[in-house]
Every structure is written in structure tokens, then in C-alpha cells.
């Protein structure tokens, strides 16, 4: 039998959502996401009432599954993640 040895949790490179223009994104009251495909005829419906997303946000799942999101500079000045391991 044989098994990994335990160590510390490397940090992964940052990869970028892909994210759409042609796609909604949704998070439900249950707390599951998806991704829907839009169409055109209702955008203004769509756009009402909507608001943009600043710059610097950080969306998260808490521990308690609840989805976050934090304003504010997340990165070091050399360009590390502030929150990740160690």
C-alpha cells in the first residue's frame, strides 16, 4: 500500500473566467449557479434595474456555501493572491 506524503497545498496560477456576452449567469436561491443563453429582444427588461460590477471584486463561496464578493484591492503588490495558502 503505499500513499502520497501529506505537504502543503501549492498555489495555482490564476486562470480567467470565461465569461460571455451572449450568456446570463445565475446563482439561485438554493445556492446552485448557472449559465443560460441569452437573446435580444428583451435586453432592456434585462438591463433595468441592473448594476455593474466595480473593478477590483473578488466573488467567493463562504464556508457556509453562501456566495461573497469583496471590493477592494485582492492582489500584492508583486502580484500575488492576498487570501491564498500560507
Keep these: 500500500m503505499t500513499s502520497a ?11 480567467p473566467w470565461v465569461l460571455s456576452p451572449d450568456m446570463g449567469y445565475g446563482y439561485d436561491a438554493s445556492g446552485k449557479t448557472f449559465a443560460y443563453k441569452m437573446g435580444t429582444n428583451n435586453a432592456k427588461f434585462l438591463l433595468k434595474g441592473a448594476k455593474k460590477v466595480p473593478k477590483n471584486t473578488l ?16 492582489l500584492e503588490d508583486d502580484g500575488k493572491f492576498k487570501f491564498g495558502p500560507g
Aim: aromatic residues 14%.
Design 5 to 15: 506524503p501529506a505537504g502543503p497545498a501549492l498555489a495555482q496560477a490564476p486562470t
Design 59 to 74: 466573488f467567493f463561496i463562504g464556508e457556509n456555501g453562501q456566495l461573497y464578493m469583496r471590493s477592494g484591492p485582492f
